[in-house]
C-alpha cells in the first residue's frame, strides 16, 4: 500500500535554532486556528466516532447475507486499517512534527494535507454507487492518514500564533469549541436521516439498512473545508531560520529519539507509567470507537438515533465536567486523578453492560440507563487526558519535556493500534468460540474492557507520587532523582 506525504519544496531552507521576533499577537489568528480545530473535529466525529465501522458492517452483510459475520469482519477489516494507520503513524510523526517545527510557514503545508483529507472523506460517497469493500476501506485509510497528519503540522502551530503566556488559554479554547464540530458532526445525523433513513443495524432480526450513511461524508467534507480555509491566511511570528538540510535534520531526530528511549527504558518511574498508560488508554480509546456498535448492537437500539444522543450527551459532560476534574487534578496530582476517573469509567462500564439487559425474569431494564453512563464518560475521557500530560510533566526532566511527550504520543499512537484488534479478537472469541449471541458478544466486551482499563490503573499505581515535589518546586533529573532549585536531592524513586 503506497503512502503519500505532501509536503513543502524540498528546497526550502529548515533550520537548527529558531529565534522568534517578538511581533504584536492578532486575536484574528486565534479565530482561524480554534476554527480548524471545529473543522478536523467534525471529520473525528462523522467518519471516525459514527458512520464509518456501520458502513462495513453493512457492505459484509449485503456481501455474505450472515449478520454475525459481518459484525466480526467488519470489525477486522476497522481495526486492520487503524492498525497498519498508526504504525506508520508512529514511526514518521517525530520526524515530521520536526520538519513542520522549522518551516517559515506552515498553514501551507497544513491546507495541503488538509484538503486531501477532506478529498478522500468526500470520496467515501461511492459507498452509495459501489459495495467494493476495499476500495472503501482504501480511501478510509487515506483520509484518516492525512487527517491524522494535518493535526501534527496544526498542533506545532500554536506557539508561533499568540503569545507564550496565552498558549494554554488559546489551547484549552481550541478544545473546547472542538466539541461544537463534534455537535455539527451529530447534527448532520438528525438533518440527513429525514431525507434519505436512518442507518439500522439488527443482526439477529438481519436488518441492516444504509439509510444516510453514504451522504454524510460530502457534506462533512464541505463543512470541514468551510472551517479550515481561513487558515490560509493565518501569520505566524516571524522567526530567524538558520539553515540546516533535510538529511541532517533526519538524523538529528533519529539521534533524539533513540537517545530518549534509551532514558526512558532506565527510568523506573516513566516507563511504568508509559507501559500503564499504554494498556489503560487503548481500553479507553476503544470504548469511544466503537460507541456507535456498543449501542446499536451490544445494547440493542439498532437505530441511530439513541447513538446520536449518547454521544452528544457525552460531549456535554466533557464540556461541563472536565474543568472542574482538572481543577480536582491541579489540587491533588494525578494519581488521585487517575483513581477518580477510573470510577467514572467503571461506573458507567457497569450502566451501560445493564442497560436494556433482559433478567432472569423476562423482564428488561430501563433504556433510559442508556442515556446516564455517557454522563460519566465524557468527563472520564476528558480528565485522562489531563491525567497523562499532569504525569508526564512531573516525571520529565525540564529540559526533556518536549521528548518526553513525544515519546508518550508514540505509545499512544501504538495503543491506538491495538486496541481495535483486540476489540475484535474478543467479540469474535465470544461470538464463535463461546457461542454468545454477537449482541450478546458486544455487551461481554464491556466487562473485558473494563478489565484491560483496571490492569493499567494498578500497574500506574506503582509509578512514584512526586505531585507535592512538584508544587513546591521540585524537578525530574531523569534517573529518579528529584531535586531542588539548588540542584540538591530531595527524592529518590524506591528501586
Known sequence: MNYILVVENSSELISNEIKISHEPWYRKNVYKWISYDLGNTIYSMVVVSLVFLPLLQILYFERDG????????ANFAFSTVLLIGNLILASISPFLGAYADQLKRRNGLLIRIS??????????????????IIVILLIFFFANMFYQLGLIVYDSMLPFITDRDKVATVSGTGVAIGYFGSFIGIGLGFALSPIFGDFIIRPSEGVFELGYIPYMFPVGALLFLLFALPILTLREKDREMLPKKNDELFEEVKNNAIDTAKEIFNYRSMFIFLIGWLIYVDAANTVI???????????????????????GIGIIGAVVFTYPVGKYIDKNGPKKGLTLITIFWVTALIIAFFTNYELANGTKTPEWLVYIFPVLVGPALGGGWVVQRQYVTELSPPSKVGNYFGFANIFGRISAAIGPFIWAATILGLNQGAGFTIEMATRMGLVF?????????FIIMRVDD?????????RAKGDGTWVDENNEVIYQSAK
Open 115 to 132: 484538503i486531501l483529507c477532506i478529498t478522500f472523506m468526500a470520496a467515501l460517497v461511492v459507498s452509495a454507487f459501489t459495495k467494493s
Open 289 to 311: 470507537a466503537y460507541m456507535t456498535p456498543i449501542v446499536q448492537i451490544g445494547l440493542e437500539f439498532g437505530d441511530s438515533g439513541p447513538v446520536l444522543i449518547v454521544l
Open 449 to 457: 474492557i473494563g478489565s484491560i482499563m483496571l490492569i493499567g490503573y
Open 66 to 73: 450472515d449478520g454475525d459475520s459481518a459484525i466480526n469482519n
Open 466 to 474: 512526586v505531585h507535592e515535589i512538584y508544587l513546591k518546586g521540585g
